[in-house]
């Protein structure tokens, strides 16, 4: 099955408002320095060859998925000795995809049931599977973040080429979050302790239009964030902290599509439009920022000097402006990507192996 949240990133406190007085600039790129960090390879599921990182949580709890030994990729738990645990599918199901953790162990993701529907799920600390439901008169659903408050968001697809954002309350009601959106569809990503929700709204088709939106608390109609200046239309965002700083990326030129520059971005209160947090010395134009921890430390995906390679990356503020540095690489490979970071500064996401092999990791 495809990784749906992943496609989305291929395919490229409340904020009630989002009021501006200020530019943040990027500091400019020298050497690539290395972090010094550690990059630790974790374990596969038993006769299984890739795996991926998505999440993990401030007891170094880490949540994935990777493949089994027929085929199908299933959910995953690493803890904080690194021991693996298959999180299993749904009754009759044949896969599952995790995607965030809370703090109290609660993860979220989707899996498929017996008839073949895929379905926005919850998984205890235990291990307990529970189906989340949909919007009523739909069959599917998909989870992406869960907060410490045990409120999870995602999408529903409504009708083809139409998603509405969703977000699950504590008790299991679900609430639409797309019933007014400028591009007809709209997902969720990720919330904040605060409530916060962040994500997009797209049109599905030509063009892939997308814009980076805010749901405040409580609202129920996303509020767009405004573009990179002098970049194009196109946005999207991905990480949230509990200061309300938010994590994507932006068009950083204008151009049509398929092919269009993007930047890691960050969006804060207070600022008259986003921060282009850059690209690797001698990159190309792309890079995006998945996640943000409370010390307001970044973590993401970078291009590097070397064409059709990729670099996970950690962007920190230091004076004047932001820092970008590369992460390590498993040996001999050519790819990595920094999906989380939590509030101890623990990483995780996915790198290539020698041969190829894309496999769930942990730098620290």
Request: glycine content about 14%.
């Amino acid at each position: 099955m495809v990784d749906l949240q992943r496609s989305k990133t291929a395919f490229l406190a409340g904020l009630a408002a989002v009021a501006l007085t200020m530019v943040e600039p990027a500091v400019a790129a020298g050497p690539a320095t290395s972090s010094e960090r550690a990059i630790i390879r974790l374990d596969l599921l038993p006769g299984g060859t890739t795996s991926r990182a998505t999440a993990v949580n401030d007891r170094g709890v880490i949540v994935g998925y990777g493949d089994t030994a027929n085929g199908e990729n299933h959910a995953i738990r690493w803890n904080r000795r690194g021991r693996v645990a298959d999180l299993g599918t749904l009754p009759g199901g044949t896969h599952s995809y995790a995607y965030a953790i809370n703090d109290h162990g609660d993860t979220a993701g989707y899996a498929d049931n017996a008839d073949g529907s895929e379905r926005a799920v919850r998984w205890a600390p235990d291990g307990a599977i529970t189906d989340l439901g949909t919007l009523p008169g739909r069959t599917a659903s998909y989870a992406f973040g869960i907060n410490d408050e045990g409120i999870v968001v995602g999408e529903v697809p409504i009708r083809p080429k139409i998603y509405h954002a969703v977000k699950w309350q504590p008790d299991g009601t679900i609430i639409d979050l797309g019933t007014k959106s400028p591009r007809g569809s709209t997902a969720a990503d990720a919330i904040n302790d605060d409530g916060v929700v962040i994500g997009r709204t797209f049109t599905v088709g030509t063009g892939n239009f997308v814009n980076a939106g805010t749901w405040p608390v409580g609202a129920t109609t996303i509020t767009l964030l405004p573009p990179l200046p002098d970049g194009g239309p196109r946005s999207n965002a991905g990480g949230i902290n509990d200061k309300g700083l938010i994590v994507g990326y932006a068009q950083s030129k204008p151009g049509p599509p398929p092919i269009y520059a993007i930047h890691a971005t960050l969006w804060r209160p207070g600022a008259s439009a986003p921060t282009d947090l850059g690209v690797l010395p001698g990159a190309g134009d792309y890079s995006v920022a998945n996640g943000i921890n409370n010390a307001g430390t970044i973590v993401g995906i970078s291009a590097t000097s070397t064409p059709e390679d990729r670099s996970a990356v950690l962007w920190k503020r230091r004076k004047g402006g932001w820092h970008i540095v590369p992460l390590a690489q498993l040996p001999g490979g050519r790819y990595s990507e920094a999906t989380a970071i939590n509030n101890a500064g623990e990483v995780v996401g996915e790198a290539s192996t020698a041969s190829d092999q894309s496999v769930a990791v942990r730098w620290k």
